[in-house]
């Protein structure tokens, strides 16, 4: 098969994708996050980041890392998103009953290993000792990058994966 051509596994997701597009009224939107919003999240599947705060496409510009934490990556996102797209307010947002959460960086590794069959020390995980202790940290990291601006608000919120509730933490 071609590399341009359609790869086998995916014919379901590109089935519910063009009935998603048989109604779609995204199209011409502007890129910028028109609630100001900006959000730092995990992975995890069971966070909808743009329900759960009530807002829509185009609201908000949504960052996700395992774990929720804030990365090189996602930091980077955050100065695009404050200085190009809108933002004005940063929540950074992990969750209960999170996985990167749940264990030390050698058990997640060892998990990973049995999984692929693979040797993964090389690997950096990054899990996370202490939840709040990583929120405050990514909280202060984003309020005093030079880039993000004392005019932005920055808060920390944990999300709770079976209530569906978010409580304010910094």
Known sequence: MSAEGPVPGFEDLLAANADYAKNFSYGGFD????AGVGVVTCMDS???PLELL?????DAKVLRSAGGRVTELTMTGLVLGVHLLGVRRIM????TRCAMASMTEDQMREKVEKASGLPAAYLTLNVIPDQLEALRHDVAAVREHPLIGEDVLVGGFMYDVDTGLLTQIV
Not at 31 to 34: E, K, N, Y
Not at 54 to 58: A, E, F, N
Not at 92 to 95: G, L, Q, R, S
């Open 31 to 34: 890129g910028i996050a028109h």
């Open 46 to 48: 069971r966070i909808p």
């Open 54 to 58: 009530g807002l829509k496409p185009g």
């Open 92 to 95: 950074v947002i992990p969750h």
